[in-house]
């Protein structure tokens, strides 16, 4: 044990060695350390309600999609309905037109029949009233007779 | 070292190189007079003293540098490995004091890293500085400061002071010496016996403090000088001492900072 002047030189030493990482290294380091677990703190919380904003979002859209699809199969049944429907107002505009143009065709043919009918009547008699003419062998007023070649012809 | 003697290189090893003032003026200690210096107050340790404070210059450059630099951001490796020394002794401090004294944790920074720094220096082979130095003309050269008595007792001496100031500062005077003329025994008739008791208690912490770093390093500064005079078989020794020096080196250091933490926590307390 020997001791000498070295003490108080390493204490010397010492002070200074203390005071200099008090003031210029301890807080510096101290400060950075503390302020990055802040940081790190911060940036996980961030994460946790990040993951949680994400689960709500994913719930959400699938929620949105669901609706959508349902959305979009009301509306297929309508457009299918309304179809149907569209078809079966077609078909009987079709059949009531067609009906109408029947029924035009027919009473078309009726008038035509008839004309056709008064035509020959009319020929009938005229040949009836040349006929009796020829057999009467004489000149007959043929408006004379008029009224009987009328009953002639309802007759017919 | 081949015309030395076993004992001759033992006592090389473990003499420092020292200046002093003597009737001749100052001087160096030499080969012819290495006891030149020996019992005189005025002496200077100077190896212990250069690499002390080189080391201490080390560790504050060191550190310094990761401080100026110091982000929040994603840290450096360098930085980091700072970082995670702050970190363990501010978590060690933390944990032991529990008043609001700025002073503890860089203390216990200080202390730590140097201890540990002029502990390691034990695990450089014992003649590769020493013998360098010989050949410049250096004649001693002791590398391990902490095996220097000099050396520990400055550090737990001035860890004894702060403990006296502290102690006074927070109980003041009147508490600081009631703490050590009434305990353990509170009565009047026994306060020689307490202040007996409470005065070995005080002055034993220092003591343990310095003689434990002490002891230890010069223990094994001597284990590997013996081991190095052993020829060829020193390389397993040398290298077993080692392995078991990584935590002795360590453990030393750790044990100086936080028992300066303890202590200046008892000082802190008030009964």
Sequence with gaps: MDFNMTLIGQTVAMIIFVWFTMKYIWPHLDNAITERQDKIREGLDAADKSQLDLELAKKSAAETMRDAKEKAAELLDQAKKRHSEIVDSAKDDARAEADKIKLGAQAEIEQEVHRAREELRKQVSVLAVAGAEKILQRSIDASAQADILDSLVAEL | ?271
Excluded at chain 2, 226 to 255: K, N, R
Excluded at chain 2, 257 to 268: D, E, K, P
Aim: charge should be neutral; charged fraction near 15%.
């Design chain 2, 1 to 271: 070292m081949s015309e030395q003697t076993s004992s001759g290189y033992i006592k090389h090893h473990l003499q420092n190189l020292q200046f002093c003032s003597t009737e001749q003026g100052w001087a160096f200690n030499t080969t012819e007079n290495p006891k030149l210096c020996k019992e005189n107050f005025s002496t200077f340790n100077v190896d212990s003293l250069f690499f002390s404070v080189l080391l201490g210059a080390i560790f504050l450059f060191m550190f310094r540098r990761a401080a100026k630099k110091a982000t929040t951001g994603v840290p450096g490796k360098f930085q980091a490995f700072v970082e995670l020394v702050i970190d363990f002794v501010g978590t060690n401090v933390k944990d032991t004091f529990h008043g609001k004294n700025k002073m503890i944790a860089p203390l216990g920074l200080t202390i730590f890293m140097w201890v540990y720094l002029m502990n390691i220096m034990d695990l450089i082979p014992v003649d590769w500085i020493p013998g360098l130095a010989h050949a410049i003309g250096i004649p001693f050269l002791k590398v391990v400061p902490s095996t220097d008595v000099n050396v520990t007792f400055a550090m737990s001496l001035s860890v004894f002071i702060l403990i006296i100031f502290y102690s006074i500062k927070v109980k003041g005077i009147k508490g600081f010496s009631k703490e050590l003329t009434l305990n353990p025994f509170n009565h009047w008739a026994a306060i020689p016996v307490n202040l007996i008791l409470e005065g070995a208690a005080l002055l034993a912490k220092p003591i343990s403090l310095s003689l434990r770093l002490f002891g230890n390093m010069y223990a094994g500064e001597l284990i590997y000088i013996l081991i190095a005079l052993m020829g060829l078989y020193q390389i397993p020794l040398h290298f077993g001492w080692s392995l078991l020096h990584v935590l002795v080196t360590f453990l030393q250091a750790f044990i100086f900072m936080m028992l300066t933490v303890v202590y200046l926590s008892l000082a802190h307390e008030d009964h």
